[in-house]
């Protein structure tokens, strides 16, 4: 239903640790950083949580500007991602605070550790993307949709974080919340839009 705020959590996702590598920019063979990366893996397993808030969302467009009920916008990026959409899926995902303080704490007594519990961080918010968008795929067949795109990506405002957590209300809801300088925390965290374009 357009405008109901509903919100998911999941299990988590399957680990990837070819991405976490990649996110750590670790090239060849890891076998001197796999112990570690073992060690971080089994810290943050009970540390995470897999939240997710969305909405749905009408598209019009109108003499160039986007209005999608809750904000209007000139971006040509986001109209590119949403050519032929007349609906949408808006939503705010995050893995939770833990983290945060996991890496801090890293910081200063291992770098090694704090670099790759980054780049966990980076590989499980992206598999909590991922598992999201492949189970509405699912459930709404009779609608194609396309890849999901950020604030601040290609010249989409990064202030549009502020219409996003206006309609989410994301603090009461997965406890995720945006800074004056339009931040998110925690820090592993994403907003992003969906575009559905019906089939047939």
């Given at each position: 239903m357009m405008g109901t705020v509903l919100v998911r959590s999941y299990d988590a996702?399957?680990?990837?640790?070819?991405?976490?590598?990649?996110?750590?920019?670790?090239?060849?063979t890891a076998s001197e950083i796999e112990p570690l990366l073992v060690e971080c893996l089994a810290e943050v397993e009970s540390a995470l949580t897999y939240s997710v808030c969305y909405s749905e969302f009408p598209i019009v467009e109108r003499d160039g500007t986007l209005e999608f009920g809750f904000l209007t916008t000139e971006s040509r990026d986001l109209k590119k991602a949403l050519?032929?959409?007349?609906?949408?899926?808006v939503f705010a995902a995050t893995v939770g605070i833990s983290l945060d303080r996991m890496i801090h704490r890293a910081s200063t007594t291992s770098p090694t550790k704090a670099l790759l519990l980054q780049a966990i961080g980076a590989e499980r918010i992206e598999a909590l993307c991922d598992l999201f968008c492949d189970e509405l795929r699912r459930e709404q067949s009779q609608f194609r949709f396309r890849p999901r795109v950020s604030p601040g990506y290609g010249d989409i405002p990064i202030e549009l974080q502020k219409n996003i957590f206006a309609l989410l209300d994301c603090p009461k809801r997965i406890g995720l919340s945006l800074n004056q300088s339009l931040i998110l925390s925690p820090s592993k965290s994403v907003t992003a839009f969906v575009g559905r374009e019906e089939i047939g």
């Open positions: 996702p399957l680990v990837r640790r070819d991405e976490i590598l990649r996110y750590a920019g670790v090239r060849g050519t032929n959409c007349s609906s949408g899926i």
